[in-house]
C-alpha cells in the first residue's frame, strides 16, 4: 500500500469523528486535460474534468452523503452513500460530492451551468504549485491548502438542453426497479440515446424516437447509485456529446435471493468473443461494421437479456439488444476515423449480474 493510501486509511477510520473543514471544495478542471495528457498520465478519457482542494480528500465524511471512491490516475470508480456499515478501507481515496452533485460554472453564453459529478469522470487535486495526479507520488499530508482558483459563480443554475429529465423511479411487486426518463427532442440530423450507469458498473442503453418521448429503464439495482447519460450524435460527422445528470439513489427493498440464471464462470469460458468480419462504406459516407456475435448456450429472455456495446474512446456508448442465437449483425454510422471497444454483456435478470465478453477492437 503506498503511502498516499495508508494516510488516507488512516484518516478515512476517524472520518465520521473528526470535524470538517469549512473551506475544501470541488472546481471544474479547466486545464486539468491539456496537463494530463502533456505529462503522459491521461489513461482514459472522461465526459467530465475536476479539481479538488487537498484537505478535500482528508476531510470528514457524513453519514448519509454520495462519496466518490477514487482510483489512481484520479478516475472516479464508483459513487457510495455512506452508511455504518460502509467499507472504505481498500479505497485509495475518497470525496464527499457537494450536496447539488456537481460544480457550477458559466458556459460561453454567460448562462449558468451544474456539471455532474459522476462515475468514470477524472479528478485532479489543486496545489500551490499547481493541479496534481491522484497517485503514488501524491502525499497530501505535504500540500498546502489553496483556495479555489476558479469559484463557483451564484445563482442557480439552468438544465442543459441536452440533458434528460428523471420523471420516475419505481419499485414494481417483484421488486424490481425501474427509471422513467424524459430524453430531449433531437434537432435536425441528430440521434438521442440514453444510458443508466449503476454504481460505475453496470451499463443500460436505449435509443429513442428522436422526439422527446419518454423511455423506461427496467430491472435497475435497488438501493444503488445511478447516473443518466444523454449522448446526441451528429448524423453527418459521427461525433457525439454526453451530457450527464447528477447521480439519483435508487430506493432500497427487501429482495427475495434467488437462483441465478447464467454462471459467469462457464459463460466465460465458453462464450466465444464478438469478432469484426468485415468493414465497408456506410451511409452519407460512414462507416459500417458486420460483427459476428455468439451464441449464448441455455438463453431464456425471460431471465437474460444481451447487449453489443460498441464504445468510442470518449466513453459515448451504442448498445443493441440481441438474441441468445449469435449471427452477424450490421453496425453503421461508425465514423471512418474513430476506433472502437467491442463487447457482448450478458445480464442476468434475477440477479442484476453481468458478464462482459471482450471482442477484438474495431480500428
Do not use: C
Not at 87 to 104: F, R
Not at 125 to 135: H, L, Q
Not at 145 to 160: S, W
Amino acid at each position: 500500500m503506498s503511502r498516499f493510501s495508508k494516510a488516507l486509511v488512516a484518516i478515512l477510520a476517524l472520518a465520521l469523528s473528526t470535524p470538517a473543514p469549512a473551506f475544501s471544495w470541488w472546481g471544474i478542471g479547466i486545464h486539468s486535460r491539456e496537463r494530463l495528457v502533456h505529462d503522459g498520465e491521461l489513461y482514459t478519457s472522461a465526459n467530465s474534468y475536476f479539481t479538488v482542494s487537498v484537505d478535500e480528500l482528508t476531510k470528514s465524511l457524513e453519514l448519509g452523503s454520495k462519496i466518490a471512491v477514487i482510483n489512481s490516475g484520479g478516475v472516479i470508480d464508483k459513487i457510495v452513500t455512506l452508511t455504518e456499515e460502509t467499507d472504505l478501507s481498500t479505497a485509495y481515496a475518497t470525496a464527499q460530492l457537494p450536496d447539488s452533485g456537481g460544480v457550477k460554472y458559466t458556459d460561453e453564453d454567460g448562462v449558468i451551468r451544474l456539471d455532474a459529478i459522476n462515475q468514470g469522470d477524472i479528478v485532479t487535486v489543486e496545489t500551490a504549485e499547481g493541479t496534481k495526479t491522484i497517485n503514488d507520488d501524491l502525499d497530501v499530508t505535504n500540500e498546502t491548502v489553496v483556495t479555489n482558483p476558479n469559484p463557483e459563480p451564484t445563482g442557480a443554475p439552468v438544465a442543459d438542453p441536452n440533458s434528460s429529465t428523471i420523471t420516475a423511479v419505481t419499485v414494481s411487486d417483484n421488486n424490481s426497479t425501474s427509471i422513467t426518463i424524459t430524453p430531449p427532442a433531437a434537432s435536425e440530423n441528430t440521434h438521442v440515446s440514453v444510458t443508466v450507469v449503476t454504481d460505475g458498473r453496470s451499463h443500460t442503453s436505449v435509443g429513442t424516437d428522436n422526439a422527446g418521448t419518454p423511455v423506461t429503464i427496467t430491472d435497475v439495482p435497488a438501493n444503488s447509485n445511478v447516473t443518466v447519460q444523454t449522448t446526441v450524435t451528429d448524423n453527418t460527422t459521427g461525433q457525439s456529446t454526453t451530457v450527464q445528470n447528477p447521480v439519483v439513489t435508487t430506493p432500497a427493498v427487501e429482495v427475495t435471493p434467488v437462483t441465478p440464471a447464467r454462471d459467469e464462470a462457464v459463460d466465460k469460458a465458453t462464450i466465444t468473443q464478438p469478432a469484426v468480419t468485415s468493414q465497408a462504406e456506410g451511409s452519407n459516407g460512414h462507416r459500417s461494421a458486420n460483427i459476428s456475435v455468439p451464441e449464448i448456450p441455455n438463453f431464456d429472455a425471460s431471465k437474460t437479456s444481451v447487449q453489443l456495446i460498441i464504445r468510442d474512446k470518449n466513453g459515448s456508448t451504442t448498445a443493441m439488444g440481441l438474441g441468445g442465437e449469435g449471427g452477424v449483425i450490421t453496425v453503421d454510422w461508425l465514423s471512418p476515423t474513430e476506433s472502437y471497444d467491442i463487447q457482448v454483456v450478458i445480464r442476468d435478470l434475477g440477479t442484476g449480474s453481468e458478464t462482459s465478453i471482450a471482442g477484438n477492437r474495431l480500428p
